[in-house]
Structures are given as structure tokens and as C-alpha cells.
């Protein structure tokens, strides 16, 4: 018996069904993941939610697959051809392909030339011919012949001479062999263990195509194709650059289909007992099986295959971007300060803007410190000023053009006027244009110029980078890998639950947040957070959780999910600070009267909570993990996940690639992780790539085990390529740079790529690996788009 989804879920999941089916009826009655991992442990058995997300999706196709199983097993059973045994096979199908492949056969599909066939009455011929090979086909065939007829299925060509009749009898075997789920599932098993995923540079188009090159005669297998280099080649057959084919291993040279008694072909011959025993039926047998490959299983299987390639490679892709952004989201925020933003420019000027602590804007300017103005000295003295007046603590630094011809304007103003007390940090700018023309920004900075928002945007995600990226749709953020090549359903669902769990991980001051920033937390909808937002300036600010449910539309239901991940910072009740929901201050009530203290005393009070045994204060309603929770949340309330605030110095003197000499050890930040390496952002204009081989003196699998978006690291520079404007990078500080004049490659000392078989190789010693840096020459051609 096929087990249930509960069962396969904690199968898959590593938990007890128990678990499993309360969390799908906590998920069914509308809560959400972060409030179940977070306020629902007893329920859950303590499910976290990287487990509870990976739940949420698998539920999602298994319930697909159940329905789709119902919708077939109503199919077949009305067309009459159920039987006890299909259904108990199509009951037991554990995946959607394998109950594809058992409703082929019974699937209404248009006329084909087998039911053609089988309505000349050709059916038998087929039978007698496949049941016995000893029977000659032309002789056999002649019995079959039939004028042309109009049947129920319409006009018949009938069955004119010997020819047409085994012709017709080919197509319904051809038909008969390619519905066989058995033997689909071996030929996919063979095809995903041997195929080779195979491109082409289109003729003529060498020139379009040069982004392409490294595909233009290019074969690696489909078990190992690391996602990038998917997601490139599919790209380049949809841009008609490069023809892209699935051929098996052991044909290195010639299309899959030429090559007669292949191994595919073979299983489909010994699936239905035909061989060359020299009878006279054998040979139109064997070319049967042929043909069958050739026009209907191997076609079928390359379809197939490249589609299960692309969404192979999505996910992965998918996975890489959503670990970038939750790193991004989770940067160390430099807190409640006075912010100046500079927007970088050239010709347009440089845009200023002055946030206060709570990131209202305060003063806006435009100064013109480069060419062709060279306001150099009327620049400083602007932004002294600005400085002065409004006690800015941090100048934020957009690294788009002019980035560091800016910075180095801010870091003579921090030299001049040190009496100030200013810090400098560039900061990535990325989606900062998206926000400035955003509805949003129109409603936060209604009677701001579009071009100064960006300013604003830029000195906010220094303050707080959650609460201003939420802002910017995920997928403009730009952290991504090929993101623009993945299902954007599925891109946006991930990327979704990205930002709420770091949203809710961190919490939100009702009396600060803006409306996007509220709607992502657990149970709020954009139009409640409006609510909350309106309530807060018709009435002021809130002074406790319970006040929240005065606002319209905040139901109970939705009360239950938020509360606990909003703060009241200095209300009337300390725990309306902290992530304590209020559904447990009558526990922390009962802990207080037990140790004989009121709030105020226990919280922050670490030895007294650490002597506190939670097994005195469990009951029916909460149990050692709610109470454990509520401890620690009251050592420290309201505590940040975030690490604390640091950041990267660029060196001074170094402003781009022409002032990069291989050997320099040079500070950096992160700005992006692939499945190939890391991008770093030294100060020129350019990121330099830390190749995966050159991440660690082990062996790396996975770069975000090493380095995540936003992390200020230390790099020595490998190489330079001006004209390609590219940089390589190594983390390994005792690494030796490239020979003069080099071209990124070299041996790969760690290991971390296999050389690669190209077409036409066969027989040939493989390719020696590439190096760390020659990896990275293969890696350049994949960066981010």
C-alpha cells in the first residue's frame, strides 16, 4: 500500500507523521511558517523552518499528484478499460512521471496512425508477427489487405498492398513499445545515467554568439552539469545561438538515433522478446525496435530530460539566490544614527540626502564635485555643512558609476573635519533606481524629486537593510544567477518566504515600520499594515500589543499570528518589546510569582533565568519548549539575529583595474555567491571572482559554507585581464599570482573542476583540469545577469 502523504513527508522530512500531520493542519487553518516554528513547538515536535518550508513546497506537489491520480483513475474507469491490476499500479505510482507514463496508453490523444491501423483491422498482424518471428511478413502481410471505408472514427485509408499493411502494423507496435511505463522508466534510468547534454555554435552566428563560446563545441553529462552551465546553454538555444541535443555516451560522435543495437534499443528489443535468430520476421522486428527509439522514445526522453535539466538547474539556481538574499536581508545594520546617502554621478551631480535617526528625511542636496563642473571645494563645503547641521554619524556611499571618485570626496571631508566624527561606507546600490520610481517610494517621499530617492534609499540600507530592501522586489536586488532564466512563479515564491522569514526572525517596531516592512510580517496583509500605518498617524504611536487589535480589519486570527513578532519599544508592558507572544504573559506571570520578582527585575537578569527550572512551570498548554523560549527571550529581549556592524576599507589609490597589481592583499565585500565561486567588490567598478577552488585550503562544495553576500573579506589579487575586465581573486592569501601576461589558467591545485570530454575527443587523452584561475576563466563567461 502506497504510503500516506503524512507518512512520506516524515520520510522525507526526518520526523514522526505526528509531527508531520500538525503541522499540515496548522498550515491548512492559514498559519504561517514562521509562526508555527517559532510559537507552535509543542504542536510540531519543534519543526524548524528550513524543515516546515520544505514541507509547505513537498505538500504542495504531493496533493498535485493526488489529484492528478484522481483525474486519471476517472478517465481511464469511463473509458471502461480499468482493471483491478492498473488500478493497483497507478494507486502505488509514487511520482508524476511514473503516473504519466501508466495513463499514456489510455490518454485521449488525436487519431494516430496506429489507431488508423488498428481500425483496418491490422491489430492481429502486429500480434502474429511479434508472437511469431517465424511467420514471413510479406507473406503474412498479404492476408491483411482491405479497400479504403469510412469507419466510426471517420475516413480509412484502408490497407491497399503488403507494404501499407506492414507499415500500419509497425505503428501500432511503435505505439504499443513506447506506452510500456516499464520500459520507459529502464530507457529513462539508462538515458539519466549516460546521456550527455550536447551544444553547438549555430553556423553562421559564431559572431553573435561570442558570449557563447565556451558551448560552441561543448558535451558534458546531465548527472554532473553544475546548474550555471545549464541555465547558459539552455540560453543560448533560445536565443538561437548554439544547437542543443541530448546524445548517450557510448555514441561520442553521431546523433543517438544512427547508431543500430544501441543499448536503449537493445532494452526495448529484450523488454518484448526480440532477437536476430536469423527467422524470417526478425530483421522487420529489429528495425521496429529501431524506429521506435529513433521516433518515439528517444524524442520523448530528450524532451524530457532537458526539461528535467532546466528545472534541476532552476532550483539549484533558485537556492543560490535565496541564500544570497537571506544573507543580504540579515546584513549587520548600523543602527539608529543620522545618515547622509550619496547617490554617485557624474554629468547629473551627485544626490544628497540626510535621513535622522529614525530614517525620516531631514535635507536634500545635488553637489557637482566632478567632471566637467569639478566643483571639488563647493562640494566639501556643502556636505561639511549638512554634516554640522544635522550631527551625521554615517555617509553611505552608493558602488555604482563614480562610486569611488565619491568616496574619495567623502574621505577627505572625514580628514578635514574630523571634529565631525564621521564614518564612511560604500554600500551596494542595487534595485536603489526601482525603489526611486516605485509606487511606494511616490507614498513614502510624496514631494521628493525621483532622482534624490535613491539618495534616500542608499542612507537607509545602511540604517537597517531589511526594512529598506523590502522595499524593492527580491528579483531587482541583484543578487541572483541567471534569474531571469528560471520559472519566475517559482523564483517568487522562494524569494517570498526569504523575506518573511528574515523579517520575522528579526522583528518589527510597529512604531517605525513601513507599510511594506509590516506586510511581511507573519499574518499581516498589505492592506492591515496601511491600517496599522494610518492608526499610527491619526492616533500616535502604540503603546501596546493589545492596542493593535483597534485596528481595522486586525482580527483575532491575524492578532494571534503578528503579535508576537512586533515590538513596542518603551510601552506600557516590557514584554511588548521582546518576541514573548502575549498569549504567554500569563506564564511569565506564574515564572515571576514563583522566583518572587516583578518584570522589570527579571528581564536582562541572566544568573537568576539560568537558575529557573523550566519543568516547574510546564503544563497542558505550554510545554519545555515554549517555556525554555521564553527564558532566554527574557536574558535577552528583543535580541537582534543580525551580527554586529563592520565595514570593508577600500585602499586608497586603488580606484580600478588599471591600478590592480597581482600580489596585492586588498579588502573587500561580498556581493554575490554562485555555484562557481564568490564576486567581491574590491572599489573598481568591477567584482573580482573568488573561484570555489580558491575559497579554502580544503575542499569546497558548497561556496555559502564559506562566504555569504555582505561579508567584508580579505583577498589577494591572482590576475588581471583589463580588456576583458576581469579579476581573479583567491581567499588562500599564500596562493602565487599568474605569470605576466597569463590568461586565468593554470593547474588546479585543489582539484575542484573535472576536466571536460568535448565532441570528437573520443580516444583522446581528457583535457588536463583547469586551475583555480582557469576555472575562473570557464566561470566568467556565467556571471550574474
Known amino acids: 500500500m502506497l504510503p500516506s502523504i503524512e507518512q512520506r513527508l516524515a520520510t522525507e522530512i526526518a520526523a514522526r507523521p505526528a509531527q508531520i500531520a500538525a503541522a499540515i493542519r496548522l498550515l491548512d487553518e492559514g498559519a504561517t511558517v514562521p509562526f508555527i516554528s517559532r510559537y507552535r513547538k509543542e504542536a510540531t515536535g519543534g519543526l524548524d523552518d528550513a524543515q516546515l518550508r520544505l514541507l509547505e513546497e513537498r505538500l504542495r506537489y504531493l496533493r498535485e499528484l493526488e489529484e492528478r491520480r484522481g483525474t ?12 483491478p491490476e492498473l488500478l493497483e499500479t497507478i494507486t502505488h505510482a509514487a511520482d508524476k512521471t511514473h503516473l504519466e507514463d501508466l495513463y499514456l496508453p489510455y490518454k485521449p490523444k488525436r487519431r494516430t496512425r496506429a489507431q488508423i491501423a488498428i481500425e483496418a483491422g491490422l491489430g492481429e498482424l502486429a500480434d502474429a508477427l511479434l508472437a511469431a518471428p517465424t511467420r514471413h511478413p510479406e507473406q503474412e502481410a498479404a492476408r491483411y489487405l482491405k479497400a479504403p471505408f469510412t469507419g466510426t472514427q471517420g475516413e480509412n485509408p484502408g490497407v491497399p498492398d503488403a507494404k501499407a499493411a506492414l507499415d500500419g502494423a509497425r505503428q501500432i507496435l511503435m505505439e504499443r513499445f513506447a506506452e510500456d511505463a516499464a520500459l520507459l522508466q529502464s530507457l529513462r534510468d539508462y538515458v539519466q545515467e549516460h546521456g550527455m547534454l550536447e551544444s553547438r555554435v549555430v553556423e553562421g552566428k559564431e559572431e553573435l554568439a561570442a558570449k557563447y563560446a565556451d558551448y560552441f563545441d561543448y558535451s558534458e553529462s546531465v548527472r554532473s552539469i553544475p546548474s550555471h552551465r545549464t541555465l547558459a546553454i539552455l540560453r543560448g538555444s533560445r536565443e538561437e545561438m548554439l544547437q542543443v541535443r541530448l546524445r548517450l ?42 524506429w521506435t527509439w529513433r521516433v518515439k522514445c528517444f524524442l520523448h526522453l530528450e524532451t524530457e530530460m532537458l526539461s528535467m535539466l532546466r528545472m534541476r538547474a532552476e532550483q539549484q539556481a533558485i537556492g543560490v539566490f535565496a541564500r544570497n538574499l537571506k544573507d543580504l536581508l540579515l546584513a549587520a545594520p548600523a543602527g539608529p544614527r543620522a545618515t547622509m546617502g550619496l547617490d554617485p554621478g557624474i554629468r547629473t551631480g551627485v544626490k544628497v540626502a540626510v535621513v535622522d535617526e529614525t530614517g525620516k528625511v531631514v535635507d536634500t542636496a545635488v553637489i557637482y564635485p566632478h567632471a566637467p563642473r569639478n566643483d571639488w571645494e563647493g562640494s566639501l563645503h556643502v556636505l561639511a555643512k549638512l554634516a554640522e547641521k544635522h550631527r551625521v554619524a554615517m555617509i553611505a556611499i552608493g558602488n555604482g558609476t563614480a562610486s569611488r571618485e565619491t568616496d574619495r570626496l567623502a574621505g577627505e571631508l572625514v580628514q578635514r573635519h574630523p571634529e565631525l566624527k564621521l564614518t564612511r561606507v560604500v554600500v551596494s546600490e542595487a534595485g536603489a533606481s526601482v525603489y526611486s520610481a516605485s509606487e511606494i517610494a511616490s507614498r513614502e517621499l510624496p514631494g521628493l524629486d525621483v532622482s534624490l530617492r535613491g539618495a534616500v534609499s542608499i542612507a537607509r540600507r545602511l540604517q537597517d537593510p531589511l526594512a529598506e530592501l523590502v522595499k524593492i522586489d527580491p528579483k531587482s536586488i541583484g543578487v541572483g544567477q541567471y534569474q531571469h532564466d528560471v520559472g519566475q512563479i517559482r523564483l517568487a515564491r522562494s524569494l517570498d518566504a526569504v523575506v518573511e522569514d528574515c523579517v520575522n526572525a528579526v522583528g518589527v517596531d510597529v512604531n517605525t515600520a513601513s507599510v511594506p ?5 507573519s499574518g499581516l496583509s498589505g492592506g492591515v499594515a496601511q491600517g496599522i500605518v494610518s492608526y499610527r498617524e491619526q492616533k500616535g504611536k502604540f503603546a501596546s500589543r493589545a492596542q493593535l487589535r483597534e485596528v ?9 499570528q503578528a503579535a508576537g513578532f512586533l515590538r513596542i519599544m518603551d510601552g506600557e508592558n516590557p514584554l511588548d518589546a521582546s518576541a514573548v507572544h502575549p498569549e504567554s504573559y500569563p506564564l511569565v506571570q506564574r515564572i515571576l510569582a514563583g522566583v518572587g520578582q516583578d518584570i522589570r527585575s527579571v528581564i536582562g537578569n541572566g544568573t537568576l533565568l539560568q537558575s529557573i527550572q523550566p519543568g516547574r512551570f510546564a503544563d497542558e498548554k505550554f510545554g519545555l519548549p515554549t517555556i525554555r523560549d521564553i527564558l532566554k527571550e527574557l536574558e535577552k529581549p528583543g535580541r537582534d539575529p ?51 577552488s580558491a575559497l579554502s585550503d580544503q575542499f569546497v562544495k558548497d561556496p555559502h559554507a564559506v562566504v555569504r553576500a555582505g561579508q567584508v573579506v580579505r583577498v589577494k589579487v591572482l590576475g588581471v585581464d583589463e580588456k576583458r575586465r576581469r579579476i581573479a581573486l583567491t581567499l588562500r592569501l599564500e596562493d602565487s599570482v599568474l605569470p605576466a601576461g597569463g590568461d586565468l589558467r593554470e593547474r588546479d591545485p585543489a582539484g575542484q573542476q573535472k576536466g571536460l570530454r568535448r565532441p570528437g575527443n573520443a580516444g583522446r587523452p581528457r583535457e588536463p583540469a583547469p586551475t583555480a584561475s582557469g576555472a575562473m576563466a570557464a566561470a566568467f563567461s556565467k556571471i550574474r545577469t
Do not use: Y
Not at 72 to 83: F, H, N
Not at 552 to 560: I, S, V, Y
Open 552 to 560: 481595522p480589519r486586525l482580527g483575532e486570527k491575524t492578532f494571534e
Open 642 to 692: 543580525r551580527p554586529e556592524f563592520s565595514t570593508a576599507s577600500f585602499r586608497e589609490g586603488i580606484e580600478q583595474l588599471s591600478d590592480l597589481k597581482p600580489g596585492m592583499i586588498l579588502e573587500g565585500v561580498v556581493t554575490n555567491v554562485a555555484a562557481f565561486g564568490a564576486f567581491v567588490d574590491i572599489g573598481v567598478h568591477q567584482d573580482g571572482l573568488v573561484h570555489v
Open 517 to 521: 516592512l509590516l506586510a511581511r510580517v
Open 72 to 83: 486519471i483513475i476517472a478517465s481511464i474507469t469511463e473509458q471502461g478499460r480499468m482493471t
Open 249 to 290: 555516451d557510448s555514441e561520442p560522435d553521431r546523433p543517438a538515433w544512427s547508431a543500430p543495437h544501441n543499448p536503449c534499443e537493445m532494452r526495448i528489443a529484450t523488454r518484448f522478446g526480440i532477437s536476430q535468430q536469423s527467422r524470417p520476421a526478425d530483421g522487420w522486428l529489429l528495425d521496429t525496435v529501431r
